[in-house]
């Protein structure tokens, strides 16, 4: 192999292959190289999705887009007006793959196969002459005058420009680090609720369509649909909830309390209605008579946890009673004992200081021709296909800056 090469970009995940493919269509004449350190890239888009590559998001107003990036919002809304989800779209499609939007604005490609984007990387990588170099882990980086050092386990290369898109990767933020950047400390961002609770030991699969979560004794809140698992509570609610407060629940090291409202009815207006239940319904069973819309499980724990037994009737209770199912139903407190991480994304908040890029090239402030793409950079999103979109668009830039 020559061991220079005019643009290298460390990290064979998608970042690296769209900035690659996108350097190499736009300026032919570049040699372009990818630097993976492991036998295969692109693993975690293998495996996103379910292993169908949850590609984008349907939502199309930059404004709107960047509400769902925690760290990242303010400095994304330049990009997005740049490269943006229709951009996302159309670029697929012009190289033959279609995507599709389901019901929850999620983008996956017609086939349901994370393959069909692999294939296609690959594809257009060989066509454009990029250089995939497998088995080149990253040792050092040394930034000269006017190109980049670096060390691998394969020998030393050179180049003019470099790129680092390796997504969470603690070996290549301590590289920057000695080059003279900030690293933000990186912590668990996409994250389940570990709770043991009487509540829902026994209803695991049990979903509630539509919570409020708040953190006790903080400014965290979320809402959505929300999921009883075997070891607590997952879904969007939820792994909003982790997102936004990545870094303050690290710092209670993810032991603290949550209050749900499981109807979206606030205490006095839960409790009028439940009065009502009481006159309407006196002499049928409190258990058997779902209310809400509430799962019937998850509604049947919530009336035993309020001093209520299974055989009482509507008429049969008191005000206390009541009371207590109001508080179960509006404001239900769960101790939060620690975090699972969520299928097979792990996705960090932390990274190189947002204050150090240039986000209308994303090229890092500190060293000239170097460049940043994914979630190298302290950005990192919820669930939904948000994160690889950040990573489309820090890309396309970058690669339209290198090609100026």
């Not at 279609?98 to 994370?114: A, H, Q, Y």
């Not at 809140?221 to 070891?231: A, K, N, R, Y």
């Not at 000239?368 to 939904?384: C, Q, R, S």
């Amino acid at each position: 192999m020559n061991k220079r090469k005019d643009i290298i970009i460390i990290g064979g995940g998608a970042a690296g292959f769209f900035a690659a493919i996108n350097i190499a269509e736009q300026h032919p004449k570049l040699s372009v190289a990818i630097l993976e350190r492991g036998k295969e890239g692109l693993q975690k888009v293998k495996v996103s999705g379910g292993g169908r590559c949850n590609v984008t998001h349907a939502e199309f107003i930059p404004s709107e887009l960047v509400q769902n990036y925690p760290r990242g919002e303010k400095e994304l809304l330049g990009p997005f007006h740049t490269f943006m989800t229709g951009d996302t779209i159309t670029w697929f499609e012009e190289r033959g793959v279609e995507l599709k939007i389901e019901e929850d604005g999620r983008m996956f490609p017609v086939s349901n196969s994370s393959q069909t984007i692999i294939d296609c990387f690959l594809e257009e990588a060989n066509k454009h002459n990029v250089e995939v170099l497998y088995n080149y882990s990253v040792k050092s980086i040394n930034a000269k005058e006017s190109d980049f050092s670096i060390e691998t386990t394969q020998g030393e290369i050179e180049c003019k420009k470099l790129v680092v898109a390796t997504g969470s990767n603690p070996k290549v933020w301590k590289l920057l680090q000695d080059l003279g950047h900030t690293i933000i400390q990186p912590v668990p961002s996409l994250f389940t609720f570990d709770i043991k609770d009487k509540r829902i030991k026994d209803i695991p699969g049990v979903v509630a369509k539509d919570v409020e979560i708040k953190v006790v004794d903080s400014d965290l809140v979320s809402e959505g649909p929300l999921l009883i698992t075997h070891v607590g509570m997952s879904a969007p609610a939820v792994l909003k909830l982790s997102a936004f407060g990545a870094v303050e629940l690290a710092k209670h090291n993810y032991n603290f309390k949550i209050e749900i409202n499981f109807i979206r009815l606030d205490f006095e207006s839960c409790l009028d209605q439940l009065k009502d239940f009481k006159q309407e319904f006196a002499k049928k069973s409190i258990v058997n008579l779902t209310q809400f819309n509430l799962p019937k499980r998850l509604w049947k724990q919530l009336v035993l946890a309020s001093s209520i037994d299974e055989t009482e009737r509507w008429a049969d209770i008191n005000k206390q009673q009541l009371e207590a199912l109001t508080l179960q139903l509006t404001k239900a407190e769960f101790q939060v004992t620690g975090k699972s991480t969520f299928k097979e994304e792990f996705v960090t908040a932390g990274g190189v200081d947002l204050k150090e890029v240039n986000f209308k090239t994303f090229e890092s402030r500190r060293i000239p021709n170097l460049y940043f793409a994914g979630e190298v950079i302290n950005v990192d999103a919820v669930t939904g296909g948000f994160n690889f979109q950040n990573a489309w668009t820090g890309a396309y830039i970058v690669s339209r800056s290198i090609t100026k």
